[in-house]
T-cell receptor, first 112, second 120 residues
Framework: DAKTTQPPSMDCAEGRAANLPCNHSTISGNEYVYWYRQIHSQGPQYIIH???NNETNEMASLIITEDRKSSTLILPHATLRDTAVYYC?????????????FGTGTQLKVEL | GAVVSQHPSWVICKSGTSVKIECRSLDFQATTMFWYRQFPKQSLMLMAT?????????EQGVEKDKFLINHASLTLSTLTVTSAHPEDSSFYIC????????????????FGPGTRLTVL
């Protein structure tokens, strides 16, 4: 699976949008971009995933560049509860073993 | 939907004893479950892939005789840490793979809350 690069930490003011970038310049055509987050001492929580089109759900939006070499996770109105480590993971879809390889992620800190 | 539970949430045991951790998918069936381990201030590391009705596949460096995995039904996988030692103290997390059921992400792993194991 392609390697991803994320900034180690980011800060965001409560109520503002949090934009978390991820670089995956070696992504292959059949690899999806997944985002998870892990609040301290809890299991990871699935946020969103996409292949090439932008995606939106009740938690966040995922913007994937046209060349698919990078993406941005957007939390439209960050709250204190969004403070967590956010992982961007690239993996092959169905038939590819379904393994997730976690990197070091981005520690997002939402402050008042 | 997509709720995965783990039991127990934390356990303290003496060195040399065995500990069993259960992982259940509560509202969907999962033919594949995964077991991860996370040490303090580190990321999750995949230990093994558990397939219902067959032997688990272990990642390189993970001792299969020490970490016994059983996936006897479509909603339950268990991890047994045999002859636990202090170095096995860690946060153990399972996940269950959804295969695109209505309302759930296709081929998406949903994680349990984790089990904190402390071996004295």
């Amino acid at each position: 699976d392609a390697k991803t690069t994320q900034p180690p930490s980011m800060d965001c003011a409560e109520g503002r949008a949090a934009n978390l970038p991820c670089n995956h310049s070696t992504i292959s055509g059949n690899e999806y971009v997944y985002w998870y987050r892990q609040i301290h001492s809890q299991g990871p929580q699935y946020i969103i995933h996409g292949l090439k089109n932008n995606e939106t759900n009740e938690m966040a939006s995922l913007i994937i560049t046209e060349d698919r070499k990078s993406s941005t996770l957007i939390l439209p109105h960050a709250t204190l509860r969004d403070t967590a480590v956010y992982y961007c993971i690239v993996r092959v879809g169905r038939g590819g073993g379904n393994k997730l390889t976690f990197g070091t992620g981005t520690q997002l800190k939402v402050e008042l | 939907g997509a709720v995965v539970s783990q039991h127990p949430s934390w356990v303290i045991c003496k060195s040399g004893t065995s500990v069993k951790i259960e992982c259940r998918s509560l509202d969907f069936q999962a033919t594949t479950m995964f077991w991860y381990r996370q040490f303090p201030k580190q990321s999750l590391m995949l230990m093994a892939t558990s397939n219902e009705g067959s032997k688990a596949t272990y990642e390189q460096g993970v001792e299969k005789d020490k970490f016994l995995i059983n996936h006897a039904s479509l909603t339950l996988s268990t991890l047994t840490v045999t002859s636990a030692h202090p170095e096995d103290s860690s946060f153990y997390i399972c996940s269950a793979l959804s295969l695109g059921l209505p309302g759930l992400g296709t081929d998406t792993q949903y994680f349990g809350p984790g089990t904190r194991l402390t071996v004295l």
